[in-house]
């Protein structure tokens, strides 16, 4: 058995001499395909190093096909096809040529790609915006020629004649010009600092205001009051409590208080509403109220009343 490359194409002949193939249709003797198999396992085999054939190969018969010069007469001829898999160390069909890339020729960040000629690799540059000639070492005429970044700014050309300045932190402007007024944080209590020409403003969370969110407010001051239903106001930095009378709830006490809803008795309890503001709490047996309503009583030992082994169901009143 021989093996042949095709030069440019990426396959590889395997085949084996001898006598001409009779015509198709006589059944193939079992030592022939176990031939034929070991061949195909042969034909893996022979693949470059950095190139992997396809599973399976193309039987090419040999009556009417072009045959490689030099091959002689064959029995058959399995194409396998491969991928080259160099690594980036090596280029070429059979990856067997030194990558002319890896020395990084290109400079100022310019792209380098590897091109094979015949036997030999050679490379070519493509130059980013503002540079030119093979290697990318000549500089056009563009707009960062002359620095137009100001303040340790770094410029970036969108067209030869068209540019934008990547400011370090405290600069801002078209060159890097202006000092950024929210530098220093000047929004105090969590606001935000928005730039607006060589000054700045403070967008204040809520709870405080002034020039730079450093003041208070006053929620109890605000008209009309932030407590409703009578409920008395006591500010905070930053906030405000209300206490609500007893027929009302909520942050700003605007909800009629309904003692059972939601149920204030643990551990399923049944509330029953007793009044305005008042109510009854049943516990299951084994719980009373400790600390608060149902509570499950444990340690306990005796028998016939609440606070002993036998747990009666316990009833509690509550008034808020």
């Known amino acids: 058995m021989g093996e042949a490359f095709v030069p440019g194409a990426s396959f590889i002949f395997l085949f084996s001499q001898g006598a001409a193939r009779p015509g198709a249709g006589r059944a193939e003797p079992a030592s022939s395909q176990s031939s034929r198999a070991a061949t195909r396992g042969q034909a893996r085999a022979a693949c470059p190093r950095g190139a992997h054939a396809l599973p399976k190969p193309v039987l090419v018969p040999d009556q009417g096909t072009p045959i ?6 064959i029995d058959d001829i399995f194409l396998y096809f491969f991928s080259p898999r160099c690594r980036s160390t090596h280029v070429g069909e059979r990856c067997q040529l030194p990558n002319p890339c890896q020395s990084s020729p290109c400079k ?9 000629r015949g036997g030999t690799a050679d490379y070519t540059c493509a130059c980013r915006l503002g540079y030119t000639d093979e290697l990318c ?7 960062c ?10 410029c970036e050309l969108l067209t030869l004649s068209e540019y934008k300045c990547r400011c370090p932190p405290g600069w801002s402007g078209k060159s890097c010009q202006q000092a950024d007024p929210c530098a220093s944080n000047p929004c105090a209590n969590g606001g935000q600092c928005v730039p607006f020409e060589a000054h700045y403003v403070c967008r204040c969370t809520a709870g ?8 208070d407010v006053n929620e109890c001051n605000i008209s009309p009051p932030v407590c409703k239903n009578g409920g008395s106001c006591t500010n905070e930095v930053g906030t405000y409590q209300c206490s609500c009378k007893p027929a009302y709830t909520g942050q700003n006490c605007e909800h009629l208080y309904v003692p059972c809803n939601p149920s204030p008795c643990q551990n399923g309890g049944t509330c029953r509403q007793t009044g305005d503001t008042t109510y009854d709490c ?12 149902c509570k499950e009583v444990l340690g306990m ?12 169901p316990w009833v509690a009143s509550s008034r808020t």
């Open 68 to 73: 490689p010069p030099g091959l002689g007469q």
């Open 137 to 143: 070492l000549t500089p056009r005429e563009n707009a």
């Open 282 to 293: 049943t516990c299951l047996p084994g719980r009373r109220p400790l600390g608060a309503p």
């Open 145 to 154: 020629l002359n620095n137009p970044c100001r303040n340790g700014g770094t």
């Open 208 to 215: 405080f205001h002034g020039a730079n969110c450093k003041q």
């Open 301 to 312: 030992q005796g028998a016939g009343d609440p606070f002993c082994g036998s747990f009666s």
């Open 108 to 116: 100022n960040s310019g792209t380098c790609t590897p091109v094979v």
